[in-house]
């Protein structure tokens, strides 16, 4: 059965990178409430983002485990306070907290990445209610696990995709043309959310995508800034692209239809 994640949305899907920082815009980050909402001004529906937890314990949305890129301040962002972190991001578009940002956006779907331990069951009881419109996912397949179960504890059902480790063995698999192995380990999937290449090493294949297909997954490609690029990709099949330019990635897909 097709998690609601992915019902009545156009394919391909354009999944907005950190959200959308234009162009032409003054004093707004990545992962910001400003470039969420310009993510969805820009015409996706889906939001791309991750997850960390503040000194209160408060889930964040933020990339980076400190705040020495996006704000030149070094400190881990797991040693700051919720309301002082609101005040640093007061002029960069607004600190986005999970709960905030699932009651603000009610009609986005969001693509959440658990980067820290500590915010992983947070996330599945934050998302628990809202898992129709959610897509939890991590590098670490153990805090995926662990945000999944929090969830699942609370009645929700978020949609997934494959962690490394779920990966790995998936294009070991592939690789050993053993695509009834590959399906064993797709199971309970919903997605592939995968680079072109790895240091070099080719990831995305034909045969993966017809091996995820096979298996009701989808494959989405990150993170895909060129137009031209991005239809390359979704005449290759390829599901969805993540990209830092939203509104480039619904241009070309409104061109492509």
């Not at 899907?13 to 820009?42: C, K, W």
Request: aromatic share 4%.
């Amino acid at each position: 059965m097709t998690h609601p994640w992915f019902l009545g949305e156009e394919v391909p899907r354009v999944l907005a990178h950190r959200g959308f920082v234009p162009l032409d815009s003054e004093n707004v980050v990545e992962n910001s409430v400003a470039a969420l909402a310009a993510a969805r001004a820009a015409g996706t529906v889906y939001l791309e983002s991750d997850c960390h937890v503040t000194a209160d314990g408060d889930v964040v949305l933020f990339h980076d485990d400190d705040l020495r890129r996006v704000t030149g301040d070094p400190r881990p962002i797991a040693t700051v306070r919720t309301r002082e972190l609101a005040d640093i991001m007061s002029t960069r578009g607004g600190l986005a907290t999970l709960p905030d940002v699932l009651h603000a956006f009610p009609d986005a779907r969001f693509n959440l990445d658990v980067k820290a331990d500590a915010a992983a069951a947070a996330v599945g009881t934050l998302t628990a209610r809202e898992s129709h419109r959610v897509l939890l996912t991590s590098f670490s397949d153990a805090r995926r696990d662990i945000a999944l179960a929090a969830s699942r504890a609370r009645g929700g059902e978020p949609a997934t995709s494959a962690g490394t480790r779920t990966l790995a063995r998936v294009l070991a698999a592939v690789t050993a043309r053993l695509p009834r192995l590959a399906a064993r380990h797709l199971s309970g999937v919903d997605a592939l959310q995968i680079p072109e290449r790895h240091r070099g090493i080719r990831v995305l294949s034909r045969r993966l995508i017809d091996v995820a297909h096979s298996a009701g997954v989808e494959v989405h490609v990150w993170t895909v800034n060129d137009p031209e690029r991005m239809r390359r990709l979704w005449e290759t099949g390829v599901d969805g692209v993540v990209t830092d330019r939203a509104d480039i990635g619904v241009a070309a897909r409104a061109a492509r239809l």
